[in-house]
């Protein structure tokens, strides 16, 4: 009698709550970089599968995720129309090699020699992007939803095919980069070639160029030791290159509860992809070393004379900005009393000059 009871109620409890069926949702993830680069493995390693598992805490909601990196529908340089087209629902701009389209986003490149922590950067862009309307309304001009910017690096350096110890020796050398860094060149006497980290290899290799600027991380895991083997640890800083964006009209059509788990886990990755190239530079030191390269420090004196003879990048990109109605000198201020408030090795006051 007392098993037909529980027998019972089991069963009014499952006419009492009703089943829901669960919605999949399918949405294409895509980046031009290859699945090696950092924040392409922590985003298929750590972003997609923590997004996964709080979905399934309520079994409401599963996406099907469709991963297309390395080219397979665009290129690095194609990343931000491609999300714009529709032409994937959610991926990494790299906002760094888009000149004037993404220049609301380059404070950090325009204030090198500043700090070198990659959590402080990112952290302190997602503070401008939420206390700064122009940020995420220029993301909203390419049919884009910011969710968190991205610092994949510890520090740019110099890396040469030839040996170079001193500022003065990078004098007729070529060297590539990606936009802004490119401004950083001329007190060195080298000539600056644009260029992407996918293709630095083979400019070194087939000898477009002298070297590039990079940071360790990348040159180890790209294998830049075979074609580069000398680097200048000249500590020019770290910056945000990249920002996390969902086309919007993906954006509009997704529930509210996958909206709020896509942004929450975006803003974790973001400090895990920090932490990690901040904690990963020694190793890649070792790496870059183990693989036959050969690291000389820039001396102080030569890092402080290349950092004053620069022109007043940050200057002139804020006031670019403001004639645009952009609010840039307010965002040099916010970001550089941010790096002040956390005692930053600030070589110029970009600001206050």
């Known amino acids: 009698m007392k098993l037909r009871c529980v027998i019972a109620a089991a069963a009014l409890a499952a006419f009492a709550s009703p089943v829901f069926p669960q919605t999949t949702i399918n949405l294409t993830a895509i980046d031009g970089y290859p699945p090696r680069a950092l924040w392409i493995k922590e985003f298929v390693g750590f972003y997609i599968p923590e997004v996964d598992k709080r979905l399934a805490r309520d079994n409401k909601y599963k996406i099907r995720w469709n991963q297309a990196w390395g080219g397979q529908i ?19 701009v790299t906002t760094a090699i888009y000149g004037d389209k993404m220049k609301i986003m380059a404070v950090a490149y325009a204030t090198p020699f500043t700090t070198t922590d990659p959590l402080l950067v990112s952290r302190t862009i997602d503070e401008l992007a939420d206390k700064f309307p122009g940020i995420r309304k220029t993301f909203a001009s390419y049919n884009q939803v910011f969710l968190s910017a991205q610092d994949v690096l510890d520090s740019y350096q110099m ?13 007729g050398m070529k060297i590539a980069s990606a936009g802004f860094n490119l401004r950083y060149l001329p007190p060195t006497g080298a000539v600056g070639v644009a260029g992407s980290l996918n ?12 070297g590039c600027m990079l940071w360790a991380e990348a040159a180890a895991t790209f294998k830049l030791a075979e074609v580069a083997p000398f680097m200048m640890q000249a500590q020019i800083g770290t910056m945000n290159s990249k920002v996390v964006t969902v086309n919007a009209d993906t954006w509009k059509r997704l529930p509210p509860e996958v909206q709020k788990v896509l942004k ?8 895990r992809l920090a932490k990690l190239a ?5 190793d890649s030191l070792a790496a870059y070393k183990k693989a036959g390269g050969k690291v000389y420090v820039l001396p102080p004196a030569e890092r402080t004379r290349w950092a004053r ?11 670019g900005l403001d004639k645009e109605g952009l609010q840039g000198s307010e965002m040099l201020r916010y970001y550089m009393d941010r790096m002040r408030a956390a005692n930053q090795p600030i070589e110029r006051q970009w600001d206050r000059e």
């Open 309 to 319: 003879s620069l022109p007043n990048l940050a200057k002139e990109w804020a006031e």
């Open 74 to 92: 665009v290129k690095p340089q194609g990343v931000l129309e491609g999300l714009q087209k529709g032409l994937g629902d959610i991926g990494i």
């Open 199 to 210: 293709n630095y290899y083979n400019m070194i290799q087939t000898g477009v160029v002298d």
């Open 278 to 282: 901040a904690d990963i530079g020694d």
């Open 264 to 271: 929450d886990v975006a803003i974790e990755y973001r400090d």
């Open 159 to 171: 890396f040469t095919k030839n040996e170079a110890r001193a500022l003065d020796a990078f004098k």
